[in-house]
């Protein structure tokens, strides 16, 4: 039987608004209450959701027994917290992207998911998309073969948030941890998830926030303050796993780049597919190389049907309809190669696992 499931969605900032759109739209969701320390935004989002209570502490949010889950939509720095009260509140669990600031933390969460029973979907929303789903049914048919390479670059050339996102404390690190996530899971996950064996990774400060960059826009947190940049302008990694494929990965905030640049890019012995920027499967046949295209309605990553698949599925799994795609256990490992690449920086050695 399929039951409503009655959420709350803690934090209410820029991305809530698209896990609030998405619940609406899901027949068997229901937006109950809605959190956020800014009292006014948290107002303001029930009003034009028509949610009918509004908190400024999530503690009070979780004490309501007709809750039955919760997307944490907050700065990093309180997932982990936040995520260990909802599941000992008896809620199953959305946690935006990253699951953390550090694999401790990280640790303390699955255990909370272990004794509590209920569900932690990590938000890697990527694994939700339409491409993603189609690159991992043939890569798990045996497609590409065996992938032994892949590479993922997410550079902006001017593109510091600001706020809390260049705030170390609130954040745990810069671009690496907050868009750096979205493209290492994608393609640990299109590999199998293989255990990581060592990590080799550097770490720039350089150029600051450039906050001084006039005549040309750039995204910026709800609560943009340039002042404070204690994070990372730029980070690259190589990750060699036991199976002996390799990840070669470059992200940032702001680089002397020419153009911003998303790429997504896997190897294997019988075939290759680039997920960004625009899906594309690479193969050979009869002695020949092969470009093949298909035929689909967004060849990139859809922001908004992504999300609409990501919680469509959470609230399935809610419903017991099935396992969660993105696993606390992975949100885990992905902490492990963050901190990995950040550890490997400071010390300007390799990390061994
Ligand atoms: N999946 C994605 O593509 C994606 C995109 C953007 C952001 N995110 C993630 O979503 C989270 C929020 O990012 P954002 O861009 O919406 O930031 P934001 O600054 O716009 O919103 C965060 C909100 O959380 C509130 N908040 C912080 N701590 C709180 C607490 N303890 N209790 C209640 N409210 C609290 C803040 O007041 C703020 O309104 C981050 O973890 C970020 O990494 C994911």
Known sequence: MTNTIR??????????????????????AELVAVCDLNEERAQAKAGKHGIPHAYTDYE????????????ICTWNDSHAAISIAALQAGKHVLCEKPLCRTVEEALQVERAV??????????????????????KEMADHGEFGDIYYAK?????????PGGWFSDIERSGGGPLIDVGVHV????????????????????????????????????????????RNTVED????????????????????????????????????????????ELTFVTEKYDTILNMIPQINNRSFDFTAGFQDEIDFFVDVCNGVKPTLSPVEDGVEMMKMLCGIYESAATGEEIRF
Not at 10 to 26: R, W
Not at 245 to 270: M, N, P, Q, R, W
Request: charged residues 25%; hydrophobic residues 40%; contains cysteine.
């Open 60 to 71: 009070a949010l979780l004490a309501d027994p007709e809750i039955d889950a919760v997307s």
């Open 184 to 227: 290492i899971d994608l393609c640990w996950y299109l590999m199998g998830r293989p255990k990581v064996k060592s990590i080799s990774g550097n770490a720039y400060k350089k150029l600051g926030n450039r906050a001084n960059v006039r005549n040309l826009a750039y995204y910026k947190s709800s609560d943009y303050n340039a002042e």
């Open 114 to 135: 272990r004794h509590s029973g209920k569900t932690l979907q990590v938000g890697f929303v990527r694994r939700y998309s339409a491409n993603t789903r189609i690159v």
């Open 152 to 160: 993922a670059s997410c550079i902006r050339k001017l593109g510091n």
């Open 7 to 28: 959420i709350g969605v803690i934090g209410a900032g820029s991305i809530s608004e698209m896990h609030l759109q998405s619940y609406k739209k899901n027949p068997h």
């Open 234 to 277: 730029m980070a690259n990694a190589l990750i060699r796993f036991e199976n002996g494929a390799s990840l070669f990965v470059d992200v940032s905030f702001t680089l002397h780049a020419k153009a911003d640049e998303l790429t997504v890019k896997l190897y294997g012995e019988k075939g290759g597919v680039e997920l960004e920027p």
